[in-house]
């Protein structure tokens, strides 16, 4: 089955049906899927920030992890439950979508990575933003912020 005829299949399906006829559905979703972001960016912008050596420098970085990490992965649990369902009231808008796909893989790369390098700090806090550390924080943040411009243009390709 192609991802077009998959998407086809989806859009025609009761439950895809009912969330784009109930008028409030897709822009709750869509909220919740906002504010999910907003925890996810917010939580990173402050882990990468701290290893980094930018801020909160007089904490170890593995505290700001341990307190960050937690909300990071269940924000992206909330963006694959909202996303999910936004993927299903308009298949053919996102299925399809070259944009959204790189949006899936960044989104991906990113939480691999924040968990590969985070791994050794939450084991036992030590570094205090080596340029290697840096360099990912800040790799990290850039990928971030590509991800909200995807989610984006989504709608716009």
Not at 62 to 73: C, K
Not at 127 to 150: E, T
Request: charged share 10%; proline share 5%; glycine share 8%.
């Amino acid at each position: 089955m192609s991802i077009e005829s998959f998407g086809q299949w989806l859009y025609e399906t009761p439950l895809s049906t009912s969330f784009r006829e109930t008028s409030w559905v897709v822009p709750a979703v869509q909220s919740i899927h906002i504010l999910a972001i907003a925890v996810v960016i917010g939580s990173a912008l402050v882990s990468e920030l701290r290893l980094a050596g930018l801020i909160a420098t007089d904490e170890a970085p593995g505290n700001v992890v341990r307190r960050y990490l937690p909300w990071i992965s269940r924000a992206l649990l909330v963006l694959l439950a909202s996303g999910t369902l936004l993927v299903v009231a308009e298949p053919q808008r996102t299925l399809g979508n070259t944009v959204f796909w790189l949006k899936m893989a960044l989104v991906l790369g990113a939480f691999l990575t924040t968990l590969a390098f985070r791994r050794p700090l939450l084991a036992a806090p030590a570094g205090n933003g080596a340029v290697p550390a840096k360099a990912i924080a800040f790799g990290l943040l850039l990928v971030w912020v590509v991800v909200i411009f995807c989610g984006r243009f989504i709608a716009y390709t």
